[in-house]
């Protein structure tokens, strides 16, 4: 018999697995004309606010410091990143420019805001959204865009809460819980948030394995 916990079990070996190779940037996209071709592999995108906490995941996932550059300056990343594993590998990573940068240029937004908006609803490669939210903060009104474009989109998305480790457990399970209940009006969405940490590592196992399940869902 198999359990659900030999399935978990399963899926976190395999997930262990598809990053404990190297990984590697590929490329660039400051505009949707300057994408990568489509290769077959399965794209998952990282999105979220600047300075939530999107490279620092790529590379606690990867297990690689220097892979996604990091920043204490938001609004860095203006750019579509991919990476990819090795060679034989069936998935690319997408870092994404990060929104809701109050600093910026209204044109420099506008120019981002659509190129996040049409790379979610344009690229069929792509088959998973994680929409990163701070664990300090929880969903914001800025955050409601994105959703919005990712209900009218084919891509399955979750909501990953990061940076568990700057508050209490017992606050971290009402944002948790809090955050949950704000999906109900997004059907399209994960109904379960997982809650991560670069710093420490919490949730990485589960959510490698998130990523292995899809693959095999998408026969990969
Ligand atoms: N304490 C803590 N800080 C984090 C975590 N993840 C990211 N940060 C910090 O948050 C800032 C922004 O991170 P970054 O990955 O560049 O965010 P991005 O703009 O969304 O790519 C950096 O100073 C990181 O060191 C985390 O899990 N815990
Ligand atoms: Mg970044």
Redesign the pocket.
């Known amino acids: 018999m198999t359990t659900s916990a030999d399935a978990d079990e399963r899926l976190i070996e395999k997930g262990r697995r598809l990053f404990a190779q190297a990984w590697r940037f590929t490329h660039a996209s400051p505009s949707i004309a300057s994408l990568p071709p489509m290769s077959g592999q399965i794209e998952i995108a990282f999105a979220?606010r600047?300075?939530?906490?999107?490279?620092?995941?790529i590379n606690a996932l990867t297990g690689q410091n220097a892979l996604a550059r990091?920043?204490?300056t938001?609004g860095?990343?203006q750019e579509l990143i991919f990476f990819e594993g090795p060679a034989n590998a069936p998935l690319r990573l997408v870092?994404m420019p990060?929104y809701g940068y109050a600093a910026a240029a209204k044109t420099k937004v506008a120019s981002w805001t659509e190129l996040i908006h049409q790379f979610l609803l344009g690229r069929s490669s792509l088959a998973r959204v994680y929409v990163?939210i701070d664990a300090r903060h929880g969903l914001k009104e800025v955050d409601q865009d994105i959703l919005k474009t990712l209900d009218k989109s084919a891509v399955s998305y979750q909501l990953v809460l990061?940076?568990?480790?700057?508050i209490k457990s017992a606050e971290l399970a009402s944002r948790i819980t809090e955050t949950e209940a704000a999906l109900a009006r997004h059907p399209a969405a994960f109904p379960q948030v997982l809650a991560?940490?670069?710093?420490s590592g919490t949730g990485m196992p589960e959510l490698r394995a998130a990523m292995a399940r899809l693959l095999e869902e998408r026969g990969a």
């Open positions: 979220g600047s300075n939530v906490g999107k490279s620092s995941l990091t920043s204490h938001p860095r990343t870092d990060g990163l990061t940076k568990a480790d700057q991560t940490s670069s710093r």
